[in-house]
């Protein structure tokens, strides 16, 4: 019922900063929950955060805490996700994902749709 599409991956600097944009066709993106993912190669797909259909509720994975800022402009049917403090550890393909339920959900089983993804890369 709606397409997601990934964007604003790349190459960057640890300690340094990406913000990544995940666009919706389709349904409106208030109609759903959304969540950011992430998989490392030889890695499952893990949580990285998450936001009510309002935006007034967030969730974040331990270890991104404090670092990474997940928000949501509904008028303009996107979802972003601002990265800060970059680490190593942190990259990865970066997936979108969005489901119709009432909280967050914080499994990748959890979603029914999903993006391609966009690779970010962090760099010594």
């Known amino acids: 019922q709606v397409q997601l599409a990934e964007s604003g991956g790349g190459l960057v600097q640890a300690g340094g900063s990406l913000r990544l944009s995940c666009a919706a066709s389709?349904?409106?993106?208030?109609?759903?929950?959304m969540g950011w993912f992430r998989q490392a190669p030889g890695k499952e797909r893990e949580f990285v955060a998450g936001i009510s259909r309002s935006g007034g509720s967030t969730a974040y994975a331990d270890a991104v805490k404090g670092r990474f800022t997940i928000s949501r402009d509904n008028a303009k049917n996107t979802v972003y996700l601002q990265m800060s403090s970059l680490k190593f550890e942190d990259a990865a393909v970066y997936y979108c994902a969005a489901d119709r339920t009432v909280t967050v959900r914080l499994t990748p089983g959890s979603y029914d749709y999903w993006g391609q993804g966009t690779q970010v890369t962090v760099s010594s």
């Open positions: 389709g349904r409106t993106v208030s109609s759903y929950v």
